[in-house]
């Protein structure tokens, strides 16, 4: 049990790091490259803005209640991420949006997830303190994402989603600071 708690305290201690370390504005190129169909990749670029939000604030508080959680203290930071996106090869209209992450031991609580609505979890972990990995399964769905810093003015992330077994899309982003 004293191994455990150790260890969460320790990626918690990074992840508190890394959420700091990503707070400012970025802008977010990415590709969606569709691995079952012969189609184009979906480019879109973002404008990402990224707040730390300190333990105890209101927005972990909503999010520890809507994940039902005992303690709503529970969750030891997090970030609050609002985007407006545009697809640069399709005709879309932008979209725009926010989300909510806290974490709490090697659990990251998101107010929703990529594909719906819902609150959901991912089990977090870090290959380094500068490479945040997550796991995230719902709706059949399990999407494996890598966010690595780059210096300070850098992300690149990776997520790569896949069904029954099966890889079907992978994502592909270059975040710099703006």
């Known amino acids: 049990m004293i191994a455990a708690e150790t260890t ?14 990503s707070a400012g504005s970025w802008n977010s190129q990415r590709r969606y490259y569709s691995l079952n169909k012969d189609v184009e990749p979906q480019e879109v670029e973002s ?24 303690n709503l ?3 030891v930071c997090g970030t609050k991420v609002t985007w407006e996106s545009n697809y640069t090869n399709q005709n879309r209209k932008s979209v725009t949006g926010s989300t909510v992450f806290g974490i709490q031991g090697n ?10 609505p819902k609150p959901i979890i991912a089990i977090c972990s870090f290959s380094n303190p500068e490479t945040m990995c997550l796991r995230t399964e719902y709706n059949a769905n399990v999407f494996e994402e890598e966010i690595k810093l780059v210096g300070d003015r850098y992300r690149t992330r990776q997520t790569i989603i896949s069904r029954a077994g099966q890889e079907i899309t992978i994502g592909q982003y270059l975040e710099k600071r703006l």
Do not use: M
Request: charged letters at 25%.
């Open 107 to 116: 659990i990251l609580y998101r107010d929703r997830g990529f594909a719906t």
């Open 47 to 70: 404008l990402l803005n990224i707040s730390f939000v300190e333990q105890g604030a209101p927005e972990l508080i909503e999010l520890a209640e809507s994940h039902a959680l005992e």
């Open 73 to 75: 203290e529970a969750l």
């Open 8 to 21: 969460n305290i320790a990626l918690q201690s990074l992840a508190i790091d890394f959420f700091r370390k």
